[in-house]
C-alpha cells in the first residue's frame, strides 16, 4: 500500500526506534553518537515527502539506495557511521514495514514489502507510537537529555527533526478532529518540539556571543 497522498511523516515513533537502533549498535562498536545527526538519520527517507520526483516510501526508503548513500561516510568515518546507519535502516525496516510497507529493494524490484499493515491514522499505531515515545522518555531522563541542554555545533541540524514534528501536528487535526488519538500524538510532539527548538536557540546564542 502507497501513502503518495501524505503530506507528512509521523515522526515520534521514527525517533524512538533510530534513537534505540542508533544506540544499540554504537553501545556494541564502541563508538560515540551524536543525537541531533542520530534524530536527523532516523526521519531523513521520508525527504520524498518534499521531493515531487519521487513517491512516498519508494526509492528513499530502500535498503540499496540507503546503503549506496552510506558508502562514503563508512569510508570516511568507518565504525563511527555505523549508528546512523541503524537508525536510517529503522525507518524502512521497523516504521514503515509494519504500516503499510516500503519498495526495501528498490531499483531491482519494484515490489512492495510489508507486515500487517497497521493504518498509521488509527488508535492503535498512535498508541503504539506514544508507549514508545514514554519508554525512549524514561531512558533518555537517565542517560541522554542534558546533550540536548548545551551548545553544539551540530543543533541546528534539529530544524529537520523539528520540521518533521511540526507538520503532523498542526494538520493532524482535520484527520482525527479532536480525539484520543490526536492528544496521544501531541503530547509527545509538544515535547520534542520544545527540546528541540530550546537545543537550536542555545547554539544560535552560543554562536551570537
Known amino acids: 500500500m502507497c501513502y503518495c497522498g501524505e503530506l507528512w511523516t509521523f515522526a515520534v515513533g521514527h525517533f524512538v526506534l533510530g534513537y534505540f537502533s542508533g544506540k544499540a549498535s554504537s553501545t556494541v562498536l564502541k563508538v560515540n553518537i551524536n543525537l541531533p545527526l542520530l534524530f536527523a538519520a532516523s526521519i531523513l527517507p521520508d525527504v520524498d515527502l518534499f521531493l515531487r520526483l519521487l513517491y512516498h516510501r519508494g526509492p528513499s526508503h530502500s535498503l540499496i539506495t540507503i546503503t549506496v548513500l552510506m558508502v562514503p561516510f563508512f569510508l570516511v568515518y568507518r565504525k563511527a557511521a555505523f549508528p546512523y546507519f ?124
Request: charged share 10%.
Open 86 to 209: 541503524a537508525a536510517l535502516l529503522s525507518h524502512s525496516l521497523i516504521g514503515d514495514f509494519f504500516t503499510g510497507g516500503v519498495e526495501l529493494l528498490w531499483p531491482i524490484s519494484t515490489n512492495w514489502y510489508g507486515a500487517l499493515n497497521i493504518d498509521m491514522m488509527s488508535l492503535t499505531n498512535v498508541s503504539i507510537e506514544f508507549v514508545l515515545f514514554i519508554v525512549f522518555l524514561a531512558v533518555m531522563l537517565k542517560t541522554g537529555l542534558q546533550s540536548f541542554l548545551q551548545p553544539h555545533t551540530h543543533n541546528m541540524i534539529l530544524f529537520l527533526p523539528l520540521l518533521a514534528v511540526l507538520g503532523p501536528m498542526l494538520s493532524m487535526q482535520r484527520e482525527f478532529g479532536f480525539s484520543i488519538s490526536l492528544l496521544l500524538y501531541v503530547s509527545p510532539s509538544l515535547f520534542y518540539s520544545a527540546l528541540f527548538s530550546y537545543s537550536m536557540i542555545i547554539e544560535f546564542r552560543n554562536n551570537s556571543k
